[in-house]
């Protein structure tokens, strides 16, 4: 598609429940990142993916957060037993090669109740 | 490791006045820097970008930003801000080599009145 797509765009989920959140980054873009963006901050690097590759995960803000790029294209990130912290609007970016600007995607905000 | 500061929080503007958001940043090595902006309700978008060459860039609606190496700067302006540019603006900074994310300041909101 012409840009980075993320489902769900909202998302309300119980406290305790599990989650996974989609990105379809733009066609042949080799890095895909995840961002956290808290309201009234600015977006919190959470992982980068090039190719399938995790690159790095070092904003990850706990083992309950997992992310996955198995065929190097689409992402999912997941969070499980959601905590009523984990609400934000998680932003997912891609590149075309390492460096250079990002397209962003227009998020999924995630309540959690 | 590398980080991003924003001075303004908020900044308040009639319109046609000049805009200037300042913007520091700490990194130990070549940079690539960025302005986005988040109009309410809506995605980050590119303003303008700065990867080498002549360190005033120009971006879409009348934005500028000076890259200023000695004062790791990378300042906004708007010589005449308008309503329409009411929003939420990010600096942004990566290194160019691989393996290094994109990481953000705090943001400054501004707002424009008419």
């Known amino acids: 598609g012409a840009g980075v797509s993320q489902s769900p765009r909202y998302k309300v989920a119980k406290r305790g429940q599990d989650v996974a959140l989609r990105c379809d980054p733009i066609s042949g873009h080799v890095s895909l990142f995840w961002y956290q963006q808290a309201l009234g901050q600015g977006p919190e690097f959470l992982t980068y993916?090039?190719?399938?590759?995790?690159?790095?995960k070092s904003g990850l803000p706990s083992d309950r957060f997992f992310a996955e790029r198995p065929e190097g294209s689409v992402s999912t990130l997941k969070i499980q037993r959601t905590q009523q912290e984990d609400s934000a609007v998680y932003l997912c970016?891609?590149?075309?090669?390492?460096?250079?600007?990002?397209?962003f995607g227009s998020g999924t905000r995630l309540t959690v109740v | 490791a590398q980080s991003v500061s924003q001075h303004n929080h908020h900044v308040i503007l009639s319109e046609a006045a000049s805009l200037e958001l300042g913007c520091n940043y700490s990194?130990?090595?070549?940079?690539?820097l960025f302005w986005y902006v988040q109009y309410p309700g809506q995605h980050l978008q590119l303003l303008l970008k700065?990867?080498?060459?002549?360190?005033l860039v120009k971006g879409i609606k009348g934005f500028e930003a000076e890259f200023i190496k000695s004062k790791f700067s990378f300042n906004l302006r708007k010589p005449s801000v308008q309503w329409s540019d009411t929003a939420e603006y990010f600096c942004?900074?990566?290194?160019?080599?691989?393996?290094?994310?994109?990481?953000f300041g705090k943001g400054t909101t501004l707002s424009v009145s008419s």
């Open positions: 942004a900074v990566i290194g160019n080599q691989a393996g290094t994310a994109l990481i």
């Open positions: 993916f090039q190719n399938e590759a995790q690159l790095d």
């Open positions: 700065y990867f080498s060459g002549d360190p």
């Open positions: 990194y130990g090595g070549t940079v690539n």
């Open positions: 970016a891609s590149s075309p090669s390492p460096g250079r600007g990002y397209t």
